[in-house]
């Protein structure tokens, strides 16, 4: 999902989800300064095809990696498990083609955020897995769903685009939106939000949702074009 994918790698969104949501269930002291994206570009045709998110780079404190290997979905899927296995272990043999000098394995970590419409009660048997972070929004409540600003905008949207309460929700998404105003990247999260909503928003609520919006964003903001 390109809003998925553009949102996260803004440092605004990704160190605010780290730092709330996966620093105590690393168990490891690590550096947030360090966050470094391993773009899919840079890794091999095969790999390519068959990723769809993003992997960041993590620095503990002791000098050793972690690498988060982030996964969303918007429905429940019943190849999950196949496929995070696979993306774990495409990218580690890459990973050690290129670095030679890395005689141990690699530590990833998979991190799956679910905002589908339906429960996913989902388990899962691989060893390969069981460090896995699943991150279902539909069961946090809005309230507990904290962070940066743009971090809270992400999620709610996510949370929400599939439902009709994204008529109701819409309003609390532009008041978080007025606390950017001084926020050098406001313009460029405003149009990937707004082409967002425009084109994955429920039909029959797009218009009035659009309606809604136009009020706040202005139309260059607006423009799908741009993104």
Not at 48 to 61: G, M, Q, V
Not at 78 to 91: N, R
């Amino acid at each position: 999902d390109k809003f998925f994918k553009e949102m996260f790698m803004y440092p605004a969104v990704i160190r605010s989800f780290i730092e709330l949501y996966l620093l105590q269930e690393l168990h490891v002291p690590v550096d947030l300064n360090s966050i470094t994206p391993i773009r899919t570009e840079s890794i091999d045709t095969n790999l390519r095809a068959l990723f769809s998110d993003l992997i960041f780079e993590l620095k503990t404190t002791y000098g050793s990696s972690i690498y988060l290997l982030f996964e969303h979905k918007s429905y429940p899927d019943s190849d999950i498990e196949k496929q995070l296995i696979k993306y774990m272990d495409t990218f580690e043999l890459d990973y050690l083609k290129e670095h030679s000098e890395t005689k141990t394995s690699l530590t990833i970590i998979p991190v799956l955020i679910y905002h589908g419409p339906y429960n996913w009660n989902i388990v899962f048997n691989h060893n390969r897995l069981s460090d896995l972070k699943f991150f279902d929004l539909s069961r946090i409540p809005d309230k507990k769903l904290k962070g940066s600003v743009i971090l809270r905008i992400v999620l709610l949207t996510l949370k929400y685009i599939s439902s009709e309460e994204l008529i109701t929700k819409i309003d609390t998404i532009i008041e978080l939106f007025k606390e950017l105003n001084d926020d050098p990247d406001a313009k460029e999260y405003m149009r990937s939000f707004s082409f967002y909503v425009e084109h994955a928003a429920k039909e029959e609520i797009r218009e009035v949702i659009m309606q809604k919006m136009k009020h706040f964003f202005t139309d260059e903001e607006l423009e799908s074009s741009t993104v």
